[in-house]
């Protein structure tokens, strides 16, 4: 694959958009549909933030498809991108036991918030059942 058929496919891209743009009511079609799609994605992200799993990364999935329309959005992105990264060096930078701490405390965070969200949404104490099932009662 040469260099300029990465080039290529992104200017047919940016193309297709701007055909669509062109349009008064194009337009407002793609950002309507941008702006739907991109809030559904970014609700199902914060439904999942409690839960183990990729909830963050649905959450700035969806804060792409927004970026595709809105300029808040690409604002938003790039100031996440530029803090996660930042975040993630920082981390890089530290001791072994550092890292194993900084993951500790995490875990621990997200063990609480699943905790806390399944109690007050369903009432069941996860702690008192795992309890139980390790002591055998």
Known sequence: MSQSE?????HSRRGVLDRIRANPSGR????????ALGAVVVAVGIV???FPGPGWAIVILGLAIWAVEFH?????LHFTKKHVQ???HWVLRQSLPMRALIGLVGFAFISAVVWLSVRLSTGVDL???IGK???GG
């Open 72 to 76: 808040w959005a690409r604002r938003l």
């Open 133 to 135: 099932f390790v002591t």
């Open 86 to 88: 930042s975040w993630t």
């Open 28 to 35: 407002l079609a793609l950002k309507i549909g941008v702006g």
């Open 127 to 129: 702690a008192a059942v």
């Open 6 to 10: 990465p080039l290529a496919e992104e």
């Open 48 to 50: 999942l933030i409690p």
